[in-house]
């Protein structure tokens, strides 16, 4: 039987080459998520304590405050330490060879003096060793030319830009300094001065040869005081291993859903490949069964059968595996996502490919082996081996139809309940419900969009439909295989034009200005909004800033600009905020008593109640409604250390877009750590990130749609073998090369077609369902539908259907009409 077995395997390996292809591809997902997760694991091992290959101690800050420069100092003293230095992490921004800021987010370090704690590789010259000295790392230095003795300007929170002399270059590729930007290094006393920073995150200690460590670290304790916490080498190295490899998990946890998908869409395809091939084998299996084959021998053939089968592809989809953790490598480079480690291929990455594949194809396999073997002996001496196909039990079309109307209810109903459970269990109710009532919606929906298709093809478009909805359980496991991949496109593609649309709703009410100048990473540089006041050419300068005193936030207002938030002023006038004078909003005024005209005291200083305002957006830490707004004056007298990362400014009177532009560049200038943009394209800086998750979302689903369309040109071609005879009747009787053509490509149609539409509608579903959750949640947030990108989705199914259909209708006309008529 073994024997039988596997040659019937090397016979039909053509008619199981797509169904091998569809494991190899979701092996093939597995294999390269484990190996591209390795290597970054093994990368994150390897360079975790890169910045700590000298430190015996650290020293740390019990809570947010910093460590204050003199404790240093103190540690330093300690009888049995070597060498002590202050260690600051922060963010800065370069000035280029060409005057412009550059590019990226730029981390900043303070970098020790002392050679016993230095562990930077160094590229080029040296690491600073006084004031005024920087190192950058090597690509920034290059791509920007700047050379060894070179000035560079660098600037951060604490003020405008400020030359310092290039003295190396170094490697920090792989680290955890490695941000996607430019490295700068500076020695401590410059770091604080240019950040405005009061202290350092950490202090790094070198113990002396020979020094009792254990006995050092109790005597750096009690220097550094309880509110400081001070950390052996062992815990600091293994923390950072902990904190780099916790990155790496969590993204190997994103990979794994994406690679779920694609396992369960093949293992659809593998199941409707197993059924519909054991199918054209009733007539074989019966005369097996006649001369002396058991139940238990047919199913134990069939499961070889496909533990072969899965084993080969497994092996491939493995190989094939390697090329894919190549192509994220990539694909997350061209992203601008450091990615750490190169590719690592383990023993367990092998065999948890090949377990799995074979396991995944065996399993698929169980329920068309088990109905192969009721089939009786009887069954090879009559043409009872050739029956129509039946349809789905009453009770499965049943439970599928309540399952169903369930989910679709559960998401029309997630937004109003408040409820995010309710969205995952009614997307999860609602593609269930259509696995299940698959047989009667999917071939109702193939008559429905079948009907044009006899109108215009006449005969041809009826051959088409007839053979698509003949059988439905099989062209519901094909159509359902691609709701899967495209359902979950379809859902990020909605979210994400409803994201985008809500932010620019949200920018168009909150900003009013022509320009908007950002931080990059942090807030704006303290005497930059005045600089940029000072400046004729521009009229309107607001600086986005808020504190929270008592659970009422405090914010900074403009009176040209404050009218742009309100939806309603209850009583007073809102274009009077200004010194002295406050805006209070209304559920506010009604708790502490307050009206128009009423004094309000903030840290000591009083004010008067201006007008009583509604604003609809978003209030975040505070009770709702519990807001006052200030003058930008009266805002900076209270709160002079509050900086905002945005601000807003229009040019003035009779100005020019241009020359305020200009005049705002001019001042940009000295300060890299921001940037300048006017309303679209900051709604574009806002919105890029969707765009970017979006691609690499799509990028990683795509597999899961390729491989739901491997199925479709497999049920196509398996079945182009089931009606081997029929085909060759139709090509006797007249019908044409062409017009055979032409029935398979429809055929092939129709299946991507309902798949793609009912995968786009469950996906338009949970987004829209997602949408009005955020709204109630207190967000701007709409359904928008992304017409053209939706269209493409069907556009590219119904292409990627037409090209599935040129093989199987090679082989349909591949064979003599008179051949194929005694085709038995």
């Not at 950002?518 to 607001?542: C, F, K, M, N, Y």
Request: proline share 4%; hydrophobic share 50%; charged share 15%.
């Amino acid at each position: 039987m073994i024997r039988l077995t596997l040659r019937s395997l090397r016979a039909e390996a053509l008619r199981m080459l797509l169904s091998a292809l569809a494991v190899v591809l979701g092996v093939a997902f597995v294999a390269g998520t484990m190996i591209f997760v390795d290597g970054m694991r093994t990368g994150a091992y390897e360079r975790a304590g890169t910045f700590d290959r000298h430190t015996d101690l650290g020293v740390y800050s019990a809570g947010r405050e910093v460590l204050p420069p003199a404790l240093v100092d103190r540690v330093r003293a300690v009888d049995g330490v070597a060498a002590a230095a202050g260690e600051l992490t922060n963010t800065a921004g370069i000035v280029g060879a060409d005057g412009r800021p550059v590019l990226g987010f730029t981390m900043l370090v303070a970098i020790p003096t002392e050679d016993a704690l230095r562990s930077y590789d160094v590229v080029a010259g040296r690491l600073p060793d006084r004031a005024g000295e920087v190192v950058l790392d090597a690509p920034t230095a290059a791509e920007q030319g700047f050379g060894l003795g070179a000035a560079v300007r660098i600037g951060a929170t604490g003020g405008a830009a400020r030359p310092y002399t290039l003295v190396g270059t170094v490697d920090v590729a792989g680290t955890a300094r490695d941000v996607g930007g430019p490295f700068v290094g500076l020695v401590g006393p410059d770091a604080l001065a240019l950040t405005g920073e009061r202290g350092y995150g950490r202090i790094m200690v070198a113990a002396r040869p020979g020094a009792d460590v254990a006995a050092l670290t109790e005597k750096v304790r009690a220097v550094s005081g309880a509110e400081a916490t001070v950390k052996s080498r062992q815990q600091i190295l293994d923390e950072a291993v902990e904190d780099a490899v916790r990155n790496v998990d969590q993204f190997r946890m994103l990979l794994l859903i994406f690679v779920g998908v694609a396992i369960v869409v093949a293992g659809f395809v593998i199941a409707n490949t197993f059924a519909i091939v054991l199918a054209q084998r009733t007539r074989r299996t019966a005369l097996l069964r006649l001369i002396g084959a058991t139940r238990g021998q047919v199913f134990r053939s069939t499961l070889l059968e496909s533990a072969v089968l899965g084993l080969v592809a497994s092996a491939l989809g493995v190989l094939l595996g390697v090329a894919l953790a190549s192509g994220l490598r990539l694909l997350l480079s061209q992203l601008d996502v450091p990615v750490t480690g190169g590719l690592t291929v383990t023993g367990s990455t092998v065999l948890t490919g090949l377990l799995l594949g074979t396991g995944l194809t065996v399993c698929a396999a169980l329920l068309p082996a088990w109905r192969g073997t009721r089939i009786a002996p009887v069954a090879a001496l009559t043409d009872a081996a050739v029956q129509p196909s039946r349809g789905a039990g009453r009770v499965r079309l049943s439970i599928g139809a309540v399952v169903l109307a369930v989910g679709v209810a559960a998401l029309a109903g997630a937004g109003s309940a408040g409820q995010l459970l309710l969205v995952a269990v009614g997307g999860v109710l609602t593609f269930f419900g259509i696995v299940l009532f698959g047989p009667v919606l999917v071939p109702a929906l193939a008559r429905v969009f079948g009907w044009p298709v006899r109108r215009v093809l006449g005969t041809i478009g009826e051959l088409a439909v007839n053979n698509t909805v003949r059988n439905p359980r099989r062209v519901a496991a094909t159509a359902t295989a691609l709701v899967i991949g495209i359902g979950l496109v379809s859902a990020f593609m909605v979210g994400a034009r409803s994201t985008k649309d809500g932010i620019e709703r949200s920018v168009d009410a909150q900003i009013g200005t022509d320009f908007v100048v950002t931080g990059i990473g942090q807030d704006l540089p303290a005497v930059l909004v005045g600089e940029l006041a000072s400046r004729p050419e521009l009229g309107v300068v607001h600086e986005q800033r808020s504190t929270v005193v008592d659970d009422v936030e405090i914010r900074a207002a403009h009176p040209a600009l404050v009218a742009r938030t309100l939806s309603k002023v209850l009583t007073g006038d809102a274009e009077r905020v200004g010194p002295g004078q406050v805006l209070v909003h209304s559920e506010l005024a009604r708790a502490r008593g307050w009206q128009v005209g009423s004094p309000v005291t903030l840290r000591g200083k009083s004010f008067r109640v201006a007008a009583v305002v509604t604003d609809d957006s978003p209030d975040g830490e505070v009770p709702a409604g519990h807001v006052i707004d200030l003058s930008d004056q009266d805002f900076a007298a209270l709160f002079p250390a509050q900086r905002g990362y945005l601000a807003e400014i229009d040019p003035a009177a009779g100005v020019s877009p241009e020359r305020a532009r200009d005049a705002i560049t001019a001042v940009l200038g000295r300060y890299p750590t921001v940037n300048l943009m006017d309303q679209g394209a900051y709604k574009k800086m806002l919105t890029g990130t969707v765009d970017m998750l979006l691609a690499f979302v799509t990028a990683l689903l795509g597999l899961a749609v390729v491989i739901a369309l491997v199925g479709v040109a497999n049920t196509l071609s398996l079945s182009v073998v089931e009606r081997t005879r029929e085909n060759a009747v139709l090509r006797a009787v007249g019908l044409t090369r062409g017009r055979m053509r032409a029935v398979l490509a429809v055929e092939a149609v129709l299946m991507a077609l309902v798949g793609a539409v009912l995968g786009v509608g469950l996906g338009t579903g949970v987004s829209a369902s997602t949408m009005a959750l955020l709204d109630r949640l207190g967000g701007d947030f709409h359904v928008v539908l992304p017409f053209g990108q939706l269209a493409l989705i069907l556009g590219v199914a119904v292409l990627a259907a037409l090209l599935a259909s040129v093989l199987p209708a090679r082989r349909a006309l591949s064979r003599p009409v008179v051949e194929a008529l005694a085709d038995q």
